[in-house]
């Protein structure tokens, strides 16, 4: 059931790429430049530069910018790291990061990334499946859910000091969605430590879901019976939903959800239809059988 249509078992150095991404650029300004980088994007999951995953980010406690994230969250001390583990566990506590995933072995993944806002990259992320934490930790029987909450620090997120979201930033899978095989923790990209713009030292990674779904800079994970509290579903509810499968027939209220724009693709933009569940369908539909996912969106 678990394709590995995502890892390239020898892996394409990163000059390699971008050499590509130049010589694709290389074959004239334009559409058509733009266009055939583009499909190359979302048929062979040729990554984005990690200029552009690293520089271009939704991060809003260090500010709402796509530019912000990258400029403030370097201040953040990320070692050591304190993750609560709480709620329908065997063995809760308060690890050191490295007590709790430490032993847990990492491979390199090749997702798509889509936000909700309708732009995607490509991203070679480094990490492991969110069910070997959840195994280490012993989830017990009556646990049906997943809860995450993000640090919330004041000192070095100019964002928490006001009232953009009800902070904590907190998210919630469906315990099934949780032990997917494809949903991850990251804790590295192109194979070095996650920035902490994208989330360091450790985020969440859901590739059939909206990017608001992958949590970042995670401090506690939460074994529940009900479901969790999810920030923007709580912000507005109208507009985002619990489950916010990557699905181009359901639009949000205000934009269509039927393409999305190629981060990276050219000045005239690489626009691509956007596929269910991002793309991952055949692996991930199945979780939602008999769901209406027009009302569970
Ligand atoms: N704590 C926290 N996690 C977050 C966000 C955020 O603002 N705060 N933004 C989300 C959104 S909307 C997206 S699209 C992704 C962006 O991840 P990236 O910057 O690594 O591409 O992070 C998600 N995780
Ligand atoms: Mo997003």
Known sequence: MFKPDLTRSDVTPERFWLNRRQLIAGLGAGSLAAGLGARARAEDLEPNEWDEITGYNNFYEFGTGKGDPSKNAPAMETSPW????????????????????????????IYRFRCV????????????????????VGVQDDAKFVAFETAVLPEVMPGVRRPILDWPYREGLRLDEAMHPLTMMATGIYGRPIPNQNGAPMRLVVPWKYGFKSIKSIVRISLVEDQPFATWQDTNADEYGFYANVNPEVDHPRWSQASERVIGAGLFGGRIPTLPFNGYADQVASLYDGMDLRANF
């Open 82 to 109: 304190t993750v609560k583990v709480d709620g329908l566990v065997d063995r809760p506590g308060d690890y050191l990061l490295d007590d709790l995933i430490g032993d847990i072995p990492t491979e390199e993944r």
């Open 117 to 136: 806002e309708a732009w995607s990259m490509v991203i070679p992320w480094n990490g492991f499946a969110l069910s070997r934490l959840l195994e280490k």
